[in-house]
């Protein structure tokens, strides 16, 4: 199966872990219906999920329409699935946010409990600028370092200035964050952040990964470079894990902040 990714895309994450666990194949049946899906590791499966209607860009469009026999247009989307280290949990990726109510209407026919995991922004702000490693990244596993390139807040008490954002190589070991931080007549709240993990000993092993706390996960994903980045949304989830940075849910945010 050919990835309908014109050269890179966006795509969305959602960490759950299902009760009743069916298992990897079943689940990719499910959303594809017709697609067995393509076993791209032990671990990874691609699917497709269909719609009537398109979604984005024309780019994208040119690849992934099909006319069937009674002459109506079937519009496809790649979603991948991956097993996570936890028991019964996955990531699930897909190039929409608005297909996660296509995907979770879906999921629904398992008749199961499943639980999602919004990552704690806070608590990964405070672990990484206590672990820098010269000014920018923290060690992670390995040869994985991580890094935190973008920082957003909440300005409370302030009529004029609503969000904040700060960018570059490591925003929160910066002079603004700091004079930001210390000011006794700005609080801010942190709302979203993107990390960047990468292999030093293989550069092409890299994701940089945007996530909110609302639950929202993105990142950007290459043509036919998905055994590069999609591992590491493994190694991404052991680390929130670890750290205790994840809040719990039993149902997925409509919004976004990212």
């Avoid at 050919?2 to 895309?9: C, N, P, V």
């Avoid at 092409?204 to 950007?220: H, Q």
């Amino acid at each position: 199966m050919e990835s309908l990714i014109a050269s890179s895309h966006h795509y969305y994450v959602m960490f759950l872990t299902i009760e009743d666990d069916p298992g990897i194949d079943e689940i990719a049946q499910l959303i594809g219906k017709r697609y067995k899906g393509k076993r791209l590791s032990n671990t990874i499966r691609q699917t497709r999920l269909s719609l009537d209607e398109p979604l984005g860009s024309l780019s994208l469009l040119v690849h992934n329409k099909q006319q069937a026999s009674n002459n109506t247009i079937k519009y496809f989307y790649d979603i991948y699935i991956g097993n996570l280290k936890k028991k019964k949990s996955y990531f699930l990726c897909y190039p929409y946010s608005s297909l996660s109510k296509n995907i979770l209407e879906i999921l629904k026919g398992l008749h199961t409990k499943i639980y999602f995991y919004a990552g704690n922004v806070e608590k990964v702000v405070s672990f990484v600028k206590q672990n820098l490693i010269g000014q920018s990244e923290t060690a992670l596993y390995g040869p994985y370092t991580l890094s935190i390139v973008k920082y957003s807040a909440e300005v409370a008490e302030e009529s004029n200035a609503k969000v904040v954002s700060l960018t570059g190589i490591s925003p929160i070991n910066s002079n603004i964050y700091d004079v930001l931080n210390s000011s006794a007549s700005i609080t801010l709240t942190p709302i979203s952040l993107k990390m960047s993990c990468i292999n030093t000993s293989d550069k092409r092993e890299a994701i940089e990964l945007a996530f909110d706390k609302l639950g929202n996960y993105r990142f950007w994903l290459k043509r036919n470079a998905q055994l590069d980045v999609l591992p590491l949304l493994n190694l991404v989830f052991s680390f929130l894990s670890e750290l205790d940075a994840f809040d719990y849910a039993t149902r997925l945010s409509s919004s976004t902040i990212i």
